[in-house]
Nanobody, 127 residues
């Protein structure tokens, strides 16, 4: 089992920044790829970013490229999502998730590929 706890959400104005954190406990954190997803009211859960277990590589959804940065500190069992130039359309509940492996080269986008989830943290961007 891996327990994930997100923090850092809040209300900011458009153009502002937030850093989300996700603290993990339980099994070896460094064995898992870590992803961030978000879900806005009435919408499906959306892939935002993923980082490899080693932290060497990361992938982003096009809508956040150049604005969001995912990183991890395996010594602290924590993954981060630095968000800048925030837009009202970034408003959502943000979830972190852990995946032991992915079935295909692009299956990291699917929530079904992830084994463990946090409870989510609300991010609200005002215009």
């Amino acid at each position: 089992q891996v327990q994930l706890v997100e923090s850092g959400g809040g209300l900011v104005q458009a153009g502002g920044s937030l850093r989300l954190s996700c603290a993990a406990s339980g099994r070896t954190f460094s064995n898992y790829a870590m992803g961030w997803f978000r879900q806005a009211p009435g919408k499906e859960r959306e892939f935002v970013a993923v980082i490899a277990s080693s932290g060497i590589s990361s992938i982003y959804v096009d809508s956040v490229k150049g604005r969001f940065t995912i990183s991890r500190d395996n010594a602290k069992n924590t993954v981060y999502l630095q968000m800048s130039s925030l837009k009202p359309e970034d408003t959502a509940v943000y979830y972190c998730a852990a995946a032991a492996k992915f079935g295909t080269s692009d299956s990291y986008r699917s929530p079904r590929e992830y084994d463990y989830w946090g409870q989510g943290t609300q991010v609200t961007i005002s215009s």
